[in-house]
């Protein structure tokens, strides 16, 4: 239920920005926690922040015409939505995927203010990508393309201004191409001028593992304090992209089996535990499908085409493909299978009612924002090693991200408990994300 003056924002808010579903859903869940904040803050009404936070400062849309190696052009879509810059420079991936379009992009730059208000670093939120479809082209089809998008983007990016990363469909091989011709346009090694950087040109340690290594992290502070841990739990991963190959990997040194990962074909079921190296070589090396991962693996690794992986009973189910990609029935059937734990390496993959049902059945939910925010963390970290001209070792790294999780991880507990909403990760998030950048925007004058 909406506070009577969050109602009439939120439906200004579906008037303005119409047919825009996925910005709206991001916005509604961000409203629903932060009404008692209103009660104790009345200054945030008195100058229309939460209004303002729901208008992105700019939306960037742009043609990007490529040629693919028949010599055919095709013409795509490229967007940048800078939302939010009041605690940094505008930051947050690309992604291409045919499904990006303006409302996608909106919703994940929503998100990220919030996000990366939590990792108390000094950054701000925005996101960005293409209706672009890397399957199925060429490696040199995927630069062509990425060159054209830089040659449009570099204008609107800068260290101090806007730091763009990766997200589906864009890895370690686009940000590659993607800086390259940056630096070409504007004769400038700009190391920080994007994240997700390969270690011999300005990349961190521990960037490429850091969303799954952090989600992992977070969900063990989640079991922690239901007092139990992943040692001997059946864990669900769902996706086989990077933020799913990560999370198993560190699900796996924390203790836990993942028993089960997917992709947009359908899941694969490995009693055993998913074996890491097969997985990484299938999907990372040679971009195949996941069912060749259970034809090689042989044994009692079975592919099931085109059905929820939510039907895998686990004890934690750790989301990592998509938005909307666990309904409100795959959380019932999670529940009944005896699953106590979520945690969210994508962004809004829980749809609103599989979060209630989540919520009336005493699951620990860590929601995106909070549980998938190490990415972030470690791209403001590649930052701050580019602007001192450093570089931190692996074991640092991961000890730096780890304490990012664990004080996410309090902090929502803490803010949540402060409101009266106790254990309620996703009311922790939004609130404690929430009052930073607004406390931020309040000292700025009216931006
Ligand atoms: P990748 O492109 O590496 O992998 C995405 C995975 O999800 C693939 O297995 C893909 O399968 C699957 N997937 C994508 N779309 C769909 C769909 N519509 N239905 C079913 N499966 C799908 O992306 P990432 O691992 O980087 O990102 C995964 C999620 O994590 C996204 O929500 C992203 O926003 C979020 N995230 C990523 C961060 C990062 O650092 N990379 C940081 C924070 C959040 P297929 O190949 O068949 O499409």
Known sequence: MLHEKLASIYDSVLRRNPGETEFHQAVREVLESIGPVLGK????????????????????????????????????RGFRVEFNSALGPYKGGLRFHPSVYLGIVKFLGFEQIFKNSLTGLPIGGGKGGSDFDPKGRSQREIMRFCQSFMTELYRHIGEYTDVPAGDIGVGG??????????????????????????????????????????????????????????DGKRVVVSGSGNVAIYTTEKVRQLGGTVIACSDSSGYVVDEKGIDLDLLKQVKEVERLRVDVYAKRRGGDAVFVAGRSIWEVPCDVAMPSATQNELTGRDAETLVRGGCIAVGEGANMPTMPEGIRVFREAGVSFGPGKAANAGGVATSALEMQQNASRDSWTFEFSERRLQEIMRDIHGRCLQTADEYGMPGDYVAGANIDGFKRVADAMLSLGLI
């Not at 922040?49 to 055919?72: A, L, N, S």
């Not at 950087?197 to 239901?226: H, I, N, P």
């Open 173 to 230: 091989r686009e940000v590659g191409y993607l800086f390259g011709q940056y630096k070409r346009i504007t004769n400038r090694y700009e190391s920080g001028v994007i994240t997700g950087k390969g270690l011999s040109y300005g990349g961190a340690q521990v960037r490429t593992e850091a969303t799954g290594y952090g989600c992992a992290f977070f969900v063990e502070e989640m079991l922690k304090a239901r007092g139990t841990s992943f």
């Open 41 to 76: 803050h009345p200054e945030y009404a008195e100058s229309k922040i939460i209004e303002r936070i729901c208008e992105p400062e700019r939306q960037i849309i742009f043609r990007v015409p490529w040629e693919d190696d028949q010599g055919e052009v095709h013409i795509n």
